[in-house]
């Protein structure tokens, strides 16, 4: 097969204890889906989830023991952190039951899903989509990825982020309003998912701005932490 020039090489990220790397599909994002981010953001209740997108190439991979780095963003001048779980599909499929969705997950990731926040907010005022908010280059910072059965007490887990050895966000993965179970069954509703897929989970409270220099130290419990500093 011929192209008009040469396709972009694979986005792929590292598998934690293997050699092989797993290729990404898409990213899928969950919205608002801890009670407490929620009323920071200014809602309240169990709203149904939605969700919204980035593109692959978007990643940010932070190897094992490594420090990666990020550019600030043009056009913004309030650039969030938000930590999340990021689920990795192994395998797709459509209206997937909560009971099954086990049998979907390939491994799991820490992940930041970087928001230029003035934008969204600009954006939400005026009934907008807010893409330009949440896909940017460089948006989604993702460390390896730990396979499923060398992470059995996920939902139980601590999640935390340090901002310059700060802390600014902590809670737990059983705070997710929507389960990982519940969030694959309403997604693989909407689309047909795929393996290769990743879910960010969606963020707890303490979201907050970074400047050029800072340094966001992100982990979850029994996955492989991150640290990302903004050039």
């Given at each position: 097969?011929?192209y008009?020039?040469?396709?972009?090489?694979?986005?792929?990220?590292?598998?934690?204890?293997?050699?092989?790397?797993?290729?990404?599909?898409?990213?899928?994002?969950?919205?608002?889906?801890?009670?407490?981010?929620?009323?920071?953001?200014?809602?309240?209740?169990r709203?149904?989830?939605?969700?919204?997108?980035?593109?692959?190439?978007?990643?940010?991979?932070?190897?094992?023991g490594?420090?990666?780095?990020?550019?600030?963003?043009?056009?913004?001048?309030?650039?969030?952190?938000?930590?999340?779980?990021?689920?990795?599909?192994?395998?797709?499929?459509r209206?997937?039951?909560?009971?099954?969705?086990?049998?979907?997950?390939?491994?799991?990731?820490?992940?930041?899903?970087?928001?230029?926040?003035?934008?969204?907010?600009?954006m939400?005022?005026?009934?907008?989509?807010?893409?330009?908010?949440?896909?940017?280059?460089?948006?989604?910072?993702?460390?390896?990825?730990?396979?499923?059965?060398?992470?059995?007490?996920?939902?139980s887990?601590?999640?935390?982020?340090?901002?310059?050895?700060?802390?600014?966000?902590?809670?737990?993965?059983?705070?997710?309003?929507?389960?990982?179970?519940?969030?694959?069954?309403?997604?693989?509703?909407?689309?047909?998912?795929?393996?290769?897929?990743?879910?960010y989970?969606?963020?707890?409270?303490?979201?907050?701005?970074v400047?050029?220099?800072?340094?966001?130290?992100?982990?979850?419990?029994?996955?492989?932490s991150?640290?990302?500093?903004?050039?």
């Open positions: 097969m011929s008009v020039f040469n396709p972009a090489p694979v986005v792929s990220v590292p598998v934690f204890g293997s050699t092989q790397r797993f290729p990404v599909h898409r990213i899928y994002c969950v919205g608002r889906n801890y009670e407490e981010h929620a009323k920071e953001m200014g809602f309240s209740g709203e149904a989830p939605f969700f919204f997108m980035k593109p692959a190439d978007a990643l940010v991979v932070v190897n094992p490594e420090t990666a780095s990020m550019p600030y963003p043009t056009l913004t001048k309030n650039l969030h952190h938000e930590i999340e779980l990021v689920v990795a599909l192994g395998k797709g499929g209206n997937i039951a909560a009971a099954d969705a086990h049998k979907h997950i390939f491994g799991y990731a820490v992940g930041l899903d970087m928001t230029r926040r003035d934008l969204q907010n600009e939400k005022k005026l009934g907008r989509p807010w893409s330009i908010s949440k896909g940017f280059d460089h948006s989604a910072p993702i460390g390896a990825i730990t396979p499923a059965a060398d992470a059995p007490d996920i939902a887990a601590e999640i935390s982020l340090q901002v310059n050895a700060q802390q600014r966000q902590r809670s737990q993965i059983s705070k997710l309003i929507w389960n990982i179970s519940e969030v694959i069954e309403h997604l693989s509703a909407a689309w047909e998912l795929q393996s290769g897929d990743l879910i989970t969606g963020t707890p409270e303490g979201v907050g701005a400047v050029s220099g800072d340094s966001m130290s992100a982990g979850i419990t029994g996955l492989q991150i640290t990302v500093t903004v050039g």
